[in-house]
């Protein structure tokens, strides 16, 4: 396909699905015609909806019959010790007791696996940024069994609420909440083995859970993100312990806001590698994205995408600090 | 927001508080080995349990952090009243006989942000007094929040089913009715 034929077929489907044209542009050039109809198809399903059931609170062998009991249907995530489908039926999910008691918290699975992938540990120091509304915070508390010290920051006032609830609705008590921008960690007397960097991002993910996503956002937000979350990633690179382990994650499709960013970070930083994940899920990261090669370390990044694996759009990448050279 | 560290006035006073209410020896139990701390919001001073080799950090660095929460929350001082956190009620609530077993009923109008009418009561403990705070268990012993005695236990069997008993001071569905 000629680069106007491709144009002149992404504007058909972006007028007939709803999406801006540039969207679709991309996509056909990523991944063809044939998975592009397949991605607009799988995003207009519904994400089944998952939880983690937190084992600061609750074990999973008595929390499982317990909601059985009450109609909901479980089916376990392969890749994730407490990770579950579920199916809530007639229930909401957050309304159910076991909710409030902090049995468990809902989550999407992708976000359940970028913490995993991270695999924090009893006695580590972690820096979660942007961490608002609290799902990865209290993951990464549950799994250092809440030993150690979590750092989570967070900017946004409104949302700081959020974050502070679900610390006390899960019964994390190895956390510290900072206020503060995430591209500015200058200043943090920390320095943290283990860094997550959800990054506020474009959400070109979402689409199947916010349809609105298919006009809301320009070429030119996607590049105002794929800017602050390269601020985001150098401060997070810089503040990293020598030896160290960082997880990039973004709920953005969008090869400028992962691929990109990252094959800039690791000509900045020649200090920094990506590293494989052990875990089966998703499918490779992108070494040559629109053509453009870059590094092909990249291909052992991660990327959930609704039409291959019926889950919200999600990119993780696992990197390392070099260990500090004995001189 | 500016913390500081809990002088031994002030935590002998919010330990009184809980102690009288609560049994000798809870907030000991509580504290464990973690340090007091407070940090100042608006009227209010929220109350924290930080682990010990959080300190030198925060004497260190603390003043150029802009902390908003840390560690374990204890609970807020408020024109000197002291108000536990839900962060800690489950832990607390095993410490203490200062409870009301409540019907499934009764627990799910509770965390609705009801409170208890006699015939939600299974189990109350007869030497409790008007006014005073009790933890509201379900079935299951997990505890729903706090509520404060309408009338001394021993009277309740004299009440008819539908009148108060204790009044809901929070309940652990405050934050979803709050965040929605």
């Given at each position: 396909?000629?680069?106007?034929?491709?144009?002149?077929?992404?504007?058909?489907?972006?007028?007939?699905?709803?999406?801006?044209?540039?969207?679709?542009?991309?996509?056909?050039?990523?991944?063809?015609?044939?998975?592009?109809?397949?991605?607009?198809?799988?995003?207009?399903?519904?994400?089944?909806?998952?939880?983690?059931?937190?084992?600061?609170?609750?074990s999973?062998?008595?929390?499982?019959?317990?909601?059985?009991?009450?109609?909901?249907?479980?089916?376990?995530?392969?890749?994730?010790?407490?990770?579950?489908?579920?199916?809530?039926?007639?229930?909401?999910?957050?309304?159910?007791?076991?909710?409030?008691?902090?049995?468990?918290?809902?989550?999407?699975?992708?976000?359940?696996?970028?913490?995993?992938?991270?695999?924090?540990?009893?006695?580590?120091?972690?820096?979660?940024?942007?961490?608002?509304?609290?799902?990865?915070?209290?993951?990464?508390?549950?799994?250092?069994?809440?030993?150690?010290?979590?750092?989570?920051?967070?900017?946004?006032?409104?949302?700081?609420?959020?974050?502070?609830?679900?610390?006390i609705?899960?019964?994390?008590?190895?956390?510290?909440?900072?206020?503060?921008?995430?591209?500015?960690?200058?200043?943090?007397?920390?320095?943290?083995?283990k860094?997550?960097?959800?990054?506020?991002?474009?959400?070109?993910?979402?689409?199947?859970?916010?349809?609105?996503?298919?006009?809301?956002?320009?070429?030119?937000?996607?590049?105002?993100?794929?800017?602050?979350?390269?601020?985001?990633?150098?401060?997070?690179?810089?503040?990293?312990?020598?030896?160290?382990?960082?997880?990039?994650?973004?709920?953005?499709?969008?090869?400028?806001?992962?691929?990109?960013?990252?094959?800039?970070?690791?000509?900045?930083?020649?200090?920094?590698?990506v590293?494989?994940?052990?875990a089966?899920?998703?499918?490779?990261?992108?070494?040559?994205?629109y053509?453009?090669?870059?590094?092909?370390?990249?291909?052992n990044?991660?990327?959930?995408?609704?039409?291959?694996?019926?889950?919200?759009?999600?990119?993780?990448?696992?990197?390392?600090?070099?260990?500090?050279?004995?001189? | 927001?500016?913390?500081?560290?809990?002088?031994?006035?002030?935590?002998?006073?919010i330990?009184?508080?809980?102690?009288?209410?609560?049994?000798?020896?809870?907030?000991?139990?509580?504290?464990?080995n973690?340090?007091?701390?407070?940090?100042?919001?608006?009227?209010?001073?929220?109350?924290?349990?930080?682990?010990?080799?959080?300190?030198?950090?925060?004497?260190?660095?603390?003043?150029?952090?802009?902390?908003?929460?840390?560690?374990?929350?204890?609970?807020?001082?408020?024109?000197?009243?002291?108000?536990?956190?839900?962060?800690?009620?489950?832990?607390?609530?095993?410490m203490?006989?200062?409870?009301?077993?409540?019907?499934?009923?009764?627990?799910?109008?509770?965390?609705?942000?009801?409170?208890?009418?006699?015939?939600?009561?299974?189990?109350?403990?007869?030497?409790?007094?008007?006014?005073?705070?009790?933890?509201?268990?379900?079935?299951?012993k997990?505890?729903l929040?706090?509520?404060?005695?309408?009338?001394?236990?021993?009277?309740?069997?004299?009440?008819?089913?539908?009148?108060?008993v204790?009044?809901?001071?929070?309940?652990?569905?405050?934050?979803?009715?709050?965040?929605?």
């Amino acid at each position: 396909m000629t680069k106007k034929e491709l144009r002149q077929r992404a504007k058909e489907l972006a007028k007939e699905h709803g999406y801006l044209q540039y969207m679709i542009e991309r996509y056909l050039s990523l991944w063809g015609e044939e998975d592009t109809l397949r991605f607009i198809k799988a995003c207009e399903q519904p994400i089944r909806t998952a939880i983690r059931v937190n084992t600061l609170k609750m074990s999973v062998d008595l929390l499982i019959p317990r909601l059985q009991e009450k109609g909901v249907t479980l089916e376990t995530v392969p890749w994730l010790n407490d990770g579950f489908y579920a199916d809530f039926n007639e229930s909401s999910p957050g309304a159910l007791l076991e909710h409030m008691l902090g049995f468990y918290y809902v989550q999407g699975v992708p976000s359940m696996t970028a913490v995993s992938v991270l695999n924090p540990e009893p006695g580590d120091t972690v820096l979660d940024l942007a961490a608002a509304p609290g799902g990865k915070t209290t993951h990464i508390a549950q799994m250092m069994e809440n030993e150690g010290l979590v750092i989570a920051l967070e900017q946004d006032r409104q949302r700081m609420t959020s974050l502070r609830s679900n610390i006390i609705r899960c019964g994390a008590t190895n956390t510290m909440v900072i206020r503060g921008d995430a591209r500015k960690l200058d200043d943090l007397p920390f320095q943290p083995n283990k860094i997550l960097l959800d990054a506020p991002c474009s959400g070109e993910g979402l689409i199947p859970l916010d349809p609105t996503r298919k006009t809301s956002k320009t070429m030119a937000d996607v590049r105002f993100c794929a800017t602050r979350e390269d601020e985001m990633l150098e401060a997070a690179v810089n503040i990293l312990a020598m030896g160290g382990t960082m997880v990039y994650s973004t709920c953005s499709i969008a090869p400028e806001e992962n691929e990109y960013v990252l094959d800039d970070i690791l000509k900045r930083h020649p200090e920094m590698s990506v590293v494989e994940i052990s875990a089966e899920f998703g499918s490779s990261g992108y070494s040559e994205p629109y053509g453009i090669r870059l590094n092909e370390s990249l291909k052992n990044a991660r990327r959930f995408l609704p039409h291959l694996h019926k889950t919200e759009g999600f990119f993780i990448c696992k990197m390392r600090k070099k260990e500090r050279s004995a001189q | 927001m500016k913390f500081e560290f809990v002088d031994p006035v002030a935590w002998g006073a919010i330990t009184q508080q809980i102690d009288i209410e609560f049994g000798a020896g809870v907030t000991k139990s509580l504290l464990g080995n973690r340090a007091p701390l407070m940090i100042s919001k608006n009227s209010s001073q929220m109350v924290y349990a930080i682990p010990p080799e959080w300190i030198s950090i925060l004497m260190e660095e603390g003043e150029n952090l802009d902390i908003q929460f840390i560690g374990k929350e204890l609970g807020s001082v408020e024109k000197g009243r002291f108000r536990l956190s839900l962060h800690i009620l489950s832990e607390v609530a095993k410490m203490t006989n200062s409870f009301i077993l409540v019907s499934k009923r009764g627990a799910e109008a509770f965390t609705y942000g009801r409170s208890i009418i006699r015939e939600s009561v299974l189990e109350l403990n007869p030497t409790l007094e008007r006014g005073q705070r009790v933890f509201v268990l379900n079935e299951n012993k997990e505890c729903l929040g706090v509520a404060a005695l309408s009338v001394d236990a021993f009277k309740i069997n004299r009440l008819g089913a539908d009148r108060l008993v204790a009044k809901n001071l929070v309940d652990i569905g405050w934050f979803i009715r709050r965040l929605g």
